[in-house]
């Protein structure tokens, strides 16, 4: 995440724009504009646009909205400027910190759009599995808990036990234990998978309530292999990418007002490949978004 104390999140302003005025807090998040027309476009999940919507990070700019030199791709947060359409603009609480919402548009909406979609904000109380404990994991553990549900955060092995719990979870599986998978079979209504590596998926089905659905969030290009007997009883298997305007505001919403944040480290542009070299060798094992200062780097 990007932009913490630069000048262009806070001065949205033009004579066409009617959602925002000059001086407030504003975010962008992963999508700057789509084709407005399709039916996903219609229902505010531009995130699905049939036309493909424009990413804010190395997007081409195909669908008219964004003006400028079309052949230049997007640069996202790391300018010192930022023309965007107010539809993919969104006003933030001015005491919401800057350096916490800039997370909440990657990590923040990936996490609340399946949770959302798949009804944990319709009231009925859900036993919800979050795998995978990085940076997506423990936010999901976080929104899932604020939302008032009983939360089972899975992963490999035990080694992530204490920081789930510390981070919200009720109960927690460890994959490689035969013992921990076999007395957790058939309780979870809805598993959200962050794990960002083709691996198994059967073993996770088999958590699964009658009636549960499967989210896959990581993005994986490698097919999963399960059969049919996998989904019986009733069973589902769907993905997830991000959100759109719709969900993404009422995300904003939710945060601010449960105070539910990423966990993040403010970085300079100096430390970059010290945070790169960091996760590659250990991953991200203590699920931290690194905000990167922009003004400060610049000094």
């Known amino acids: 995440s990007s932009g913490i104390n630069a000048e262009w999140p806070l001065r949205p302003g033009g004579k066409n724009v009617t959602d925002l005025k000059v001086g407030d807090k504003a975010g962008i998040g992963c999508f700057v504009d789509s084709c407005f027309d399709c039916p996903m476009c219609s229902s505010g999940q531009e995130n699905y646009c049939f036309k493909h919507a424009t990413g804010t990070y190395n997007g081409m700019k195909t669908n008219g909205h964004i003006k400028g030199n079309l052949d230049i791709h997007t640069f996202g947060g790391y300018s010192n400027t930022y023309v965007c359409h107010q539809r993919f603009v969104f006003k933030l609480p001015d005491d919401m910190p ?38 997506l994991g423990t936010m999901g553990i976080k929104l899932a808990n604020k939302m008032g549900h009983t939360v089972t955060a899975i992963s490999s092995s035990e080694r992530k036990r204490e920081m789930a719990l510390g981070k919200g979870a009720h109960n927690y599986v460890a994959m490689s234990n035969k013992e921990s998978v076999s007395g957790n079979m ?114």
């Not at 350096?99 to 944990?120: D, R, S, V």
């Not at 904000?121 to 979050?130: A, P, R």
């Not at 896959?216 to 759109?244: A, H, Q």
């Open 98 to 135: 800057l350096e916490k919402a800039g997370p909440l548009f990657c990590a923040g909406i990936t996490m609340f759009e399946p949770l959302y979609n798949h009804g944990a904000l319709e009231g009925k109380k859900m036993n919800i599995g979050i795998a995978g404990i990085g940076g």
């Open 186 to 299: 058939a309780s979870l209504n809805l598993i959200i998978d962050t794990v960002p590596v083709h691996h198994d998926i059967k073993p996770y089905m088999s958590l699964l309530a009658p009636g549960g659905t499967l989210v896959l969030i990581g993005v994986v290009p490698k097919n999963y292999d399960f059969g049919l007997m996998e989904l019986i009883p009733m069973r589902k298997i769907t993905c997830s990418v991000v959100g759109g305007t719709k969900v993404t505001k009422e995300m904003v919403k939710f945060c601010y007002e449960h105070q539910v944040y990423p966990d993040i480290d403010i970085i300079t542009a100096d430390k970059l490949n010290d945070v790169w070299e960091e996760l590659q060798k250990v991953g991200n094992a203590n699920s931290t978004r690194y905000v990167l200062d922009i003004k400060a780097s610049l000094k």
